[in-house]
Nanobody
Framework: QVQLVESGGGLVQAGGSLGLSCAAS????????MGWYRQAPGKQRELVAA???????NYADSVKGRFTISRDNAKNTLYLQMNSLKPEDTAVYYC????????WGQGTQVTVSS
């Protein structure tokens, strides 16, 4: 069964930190690359960061130097550490394969107050 469950979101002040987790079914995690995506109100969903099975990463310019993506292949879990958060980081965050498959989880809300 295909499953993606995101957690760890919340409300934080600008400059603060949050850590997100994504428990993925093995069916999805066995796909080489995984990614974190986000969708802000009124905007399209965008890729935030991606990681290959070997650990190579890439980031959107807007989060470089502030966010860190990682994965635990033994636990089928994807992580996103977010530091120096800004109000413009406010969005619902999702994990998925990279490129994404058609199935999405419910996401986790991240709200950054100014």
């Amino acid at each position: 069964q295909v499953q993606l469950v995101e957690s760890g979101g919340g409300l934080v002040q600008a400059g603060g930190s949050l850590g997100l987790s994504c428990a993925a079914s093995r069916t999805i995690f066995s796909i080489n690359s995984m990614g974190w995506y986000r969708q802000a109100p009124g905007k399209q969903r965008e890729l935030v960061a991606a990681i290959t099975g070997g650990g190579s990463t890439n980031y959107a310019d807007s989060v470089k130097g502030r966010f860190t993506i990682s994965r635990d292949n033994a636990k089928n879990t994807l992580y996103l550490q977010m530091n120096s958060l800004k109000p413009e980081d406010t969005a619902v965050y999702y994990c998925n394969a990279y490129p994404p498959i058609a199935v999405w989880g419910q996401g986790t809300q991240v709200t950054v107050s100014s």
